[in-house]
């Protein structure tokens, strides 16, 4: 079947949830939430990017649900989130505020990770009193806080108005993307993914991408022309990590070492070789291993400090 929403085996098919519930944002956008693990483990909450859903962290969620409690939802208009009226950065940090509120105890905070659009929603929302309150540390992959277009490599042409022009015109296609045949395949594996991603990932991703609404795909990519979150990079304070693919050609890896060099608090940049956008697929170790650190080190730090604050009289 042509027009299946993501994979049905293997590694990368997500597993089922143990509770879903819908989170509703402040402008009454509903968000479908998957929570996987024990109700009482530490928390990661993953974002996912542009044309994605909660399956492309199947991966993540395999790998981290036995010692966390892993939180995924689908962005607005994506998967099984209904398509909103309001498309913006504003919305997107609305959006992962209302799931954090949702889904934390008063008092309880986690690790957030956001790829590619999933972490300019982190971006966008780090300066937002809720985010203080709720968040340990985040992770920062393969994404960028503007100037997007302008240093995309998807066209081999030299950089200039021109390039970001098309580039522009490209990514913001209205037209669907049709069913995943093999030509499919190959374009989307030399835009987004390393020269070396294996078959089953590429199925993956390809699948997923490819199940996106082509409306929902053109009012993003609107948002992400225009993206400039360069203000809100100084107001992230949390310790944050950043991952990026040497090989992305979407927000190449100048993008994660700006990001680095401009956190308040970047606890680490991972340059993975020969890797792509699409890196918790292509190198999915790498970045549940990420994760396990800052949950390790953050969120028991925070139960620590919490404890200790409880024993003060």
Known sequence: MSRLTHVVSGPYAPPAARREFVAVSADGARLHVEVHGDQDAPTVVLAHG???????????????????????????????????????????????VAVLEAVLAPGERAVVAGHSMGGMTIMAAAGRPEFGERVAAALLCSTGSSRLAAEALVLPVRAGRVRTRVTGAFLGSRAP?????PVARKVLKYATMGPGSAPDKVEACARIVHACPAGVRHAWSQVLAGLDLDADVARLAVPTAVIGGTADRLT????????????????????????????????PEAVTGVLRELAELYLRTTDLDADEKEKTP
């Not at 993307?177 to 045949?181: A, E, H, R, Y």
């Open 252 to 283: 190449p890896i100048v993008h994660a070492r700006g990001l680095a060099a401009a956190l308040p608090n970047c606890v680490g940049l991972t340059e993975l070789t020969g890797m792509g956008h699409m890196t918790p697929v292509e190198a």
């Open 177 to 181: 993307l049709g069913p995943v045949t």
């Open 50 to 96: 542009w044309t994605c859903s909660t399956a492309f962290w199947a991966a993540q969620i395999r790998a981290l649900a036995a010692t966390h409690r892993v939180v995924a939802y689908d962005q607005r208009g994506h998967g099984r989130s209904p398509a909103a009226r309001v498309h913006s950065t504003t919305a997107l940090a609305d959006d992962l």
